[in-house]
């Protein structure tokens, strides 16, 4: 099995939620040009507390940049290889966030319409390739991985909570993206990745429980 039954249970939850939230938020933004009423008191507050370290801010919205996309895949594909479910894992690595990246740049952005400064915004892609990553990070390494001791199981978690705050927040603060853009990044990121995890369990659970033909010895 790819998830335990806690993680399963969680995702069913997260992942159809997270679709409506994407939906809800594209519906709502569809065709502005303009921050809506949560964004001014997001967008305020982080930009409020951004000083000047904006250099330092580019730096992190690296992290979620076109070229760290296929560099942080290579690393976690690597890493993917080492676990006990080996080709699973490798599938969820690579297809969740290329297929939630997919799904934003050529599907909900230009559906949805919203624009800053000229270009289109919602869902962020940055936000949504970093989520996307550090989801299938959660998964196969924190969730697929129980016998870890808690606390370093524990600090993956925040680790890669932190990345994606780190990128949604560098977003905001340097007037790239509108508070709601990154919201809905992340969803797309949960509820894509989520589902494809689902699916993947899913099969394995199928094939683990299917009989195996006997074999027949020599007559």
């Known amino acids: 099995m790819l998830l335990p039954g806690r993680w399963r249970e969680t995702l069913r939850l997260l992942a159809p939620l997270s679709a409506v939230g994407v939906l809800a938020l594209g519906w709502w933004f569809a065709g502005a040009d303009s921050a809506g009423r949560l964004d001014l008191?997001?967008?305020?507050?982080?930009?409020?507390?951004?000083?000047q370290h904006h250099g330092l801010?580019?730096?992190?919205?690296?992290?979620?940049?076109?070229?760290?996309?296929?560099?942080?895949?290579?690393?976690?594909?690597?890493?993917?290889?080492?676990?006990?479910?080996?080709?699973?894992?490798?599938?969820?690595?690579?297809?969740?966030?290329v297929a939630a990246v997919l799904l934003t740049e050529f599907v909900?952005?230009?559906?949805v319409g919203r624009t800053h400064e000229g270009g289109l915004a919602l869902p962020?892609?940055?936000?949504?390739?970093?989520?996307?990553?550090?989801?299938?990070?959660?998964?196969?390494?924190?969730?697929?991985?129980?016998?870890?001791?808690?606390?370093?199981?524990?600090?993956?978690?925040?680790?890669?909570?932190?990345?994606?705050?780190g990128v949604?927040?560098?977003?905001?603060?340097?007037?790239?993206?509108?508070?709601?853009?990154?919201?809905?990044?992340?969803?797309?990121?949960?509820?894509?990745?989520?589902t494809l995890a689902l699916l993947l369990d899913g099969w394995l659970r199928r094939r683990r429980a299917a009989p195996r033909p006997e074999r027949v010895g020599p007559g």
């Open 41 to 51: 008191l997001l967008d305020g507050t982080v930009v409020e507390h951004s000083g």
């Open 57 to 97: 801010l580019w730096h992190i919205s690296d992290l979620g940049s076109p070229p760290a996309l296929p560099l942080g895949l290579l690393v976690l594909v690597l890493l993917a290889v080492l676990t006990r479910q080996r080709w699973p894992a490798v599938l969820l690595v690579v297809a969740g966030p």
């Open 108 to 111: 909900l952005k230009p559906l």
């Open 124 to 165: 962020s892609g940055h936000t949504t390739s970093v989520t996307s990553m550090a989801w299938v990070f959660v998964l196969v390494f924190v969730a697929g991985a129980r016998q870890r001791p808690w606390w370093l199981r524990a600090g993956l978690t925040c680790l890669a909570v932190a990345a994606v705050l």
């Open 168 to 194: 949604a927040g560098s977003m905001i603060a340097l007037d790239q993206h509108y508070a709601t853009d990154t919201m809905a990044g992340a969803l797309v990121a949960t509820a894509v990745v989520g």
